[in-house]
């Protein structure tokens, strides 16, 4: 079975600040770690993955998130937060090996809040 | 650019109606897939498709049943609505291969069962 496990229900930090959103995953396999945002009133929107190689995975709207393979984590990260970066934010993993199937497991969501 | 496109933005039905939520992907996608996304709980998988007639069971597939029957349609049926299906459905999908694997979502039904 695969599971995420994002351990803040909510992230709170000041415009230009960096912003940190923590996950951690279980899978049998190799994992295959993304990270979706969802505006207010809009669907997920997809914002980087990781498959394979380089650990540090580079996305859209300036975000960033590192693999970490002995710590079994994801966090999501951006060097300088923006008001408009507020929004709730999905980790998910999949299991690389084709037996298991296409199924994501996300995690439970941590909502962003960008203060000026 | 991908498109996912669901049939309804809001929906309000009552206990024991018949309710269908239809998504569509203009894309040509192998996989399609519903999910329902409760605050706390993040999004959950209640069914998948790889191909059209074919369906898998997610993790909570109780009380809901699915038809595909062309490669860019899927629906989402509830036989018998009841209120602790009351959420947002959201329909994804994606292509089957090993270099394109996101996922990409509709923009969701808020489904109110009254």
């Known amino acids: 079975a695969q599971s995420v496990a994002q351990p803040e229900d909510q992230v709170n930090v000041a415009e230009g600040n960096p912003l940190t959103v923590k996950c951690t995953y279980s899978?049998?396999?190799?994992?295959?770690l993304f990270w979706y945002v969802q505006y207010p009133n809009r669907g997920l929107q997809f914002l980087l993955k990781y498959i394979t190689g380089d650990n540090l995975v580079k996305g859209s709207y300036g975000f960033e998130a590192e693999f970490n393979k002995s710590q079994t984590s994801f966090h999501l990260k951006k060097p300088s937060a923006l008001v408009s970066d507020s929004a709730l934010y999905f980790c998910?993993?999949?299991?690389?090996?084709?037996?298991?199937?296409?199924?994501?497991?996300f995690g439970g969501g941590t909502r962003v809040l960008v203060k000026p | 650019d991908v498109k996912v496109t669901q049939s309804s933005r809001y929906l309000v039905k009552r206990t024991g109606e018949k309710v269908f939520l239809e998504c569509v992907q203009d894309?040509?996608?192998?996989?399609m897939f519903w999910y329902r996304q409760d605050p706390g709980l993040g999004l959950r998988l209640i069914y998948f498709?790889?191909?059209?007639?074919?369906?898998e069971k997610g993790d909570i597939p109780e009380g809901y049943s699915v038809s595909r029957e062309k490669k860019e349609r899927f629906s989402l049926i509830l036989e018998s609505a009841s209120t602790n299906q009351t959420s947002m459905y959201l329909c994804?999908?994606?292509?089957?291969?090993?270099?394109?694997?996101?996922?990409?979502f509709g923009p969701g039904t808020r489904l109110t069962v009254t």
């Open positions: 998910a993993v999949r299991d690389s090996r084709k037996a298991a199937g296409n199924k994501l497991t």
């Open positions: 894309m040509d996608h192998e996989n």
């Open positions: 899978v049998s396999g190799n994992p295959y």
């Open positions: 498709s790889y191909d059209v007639k074919m369906k």
């Open positions: 994804a999908s994606s292509l089957d291969s090993q270099n394109r694997l996101s996922q990409y």
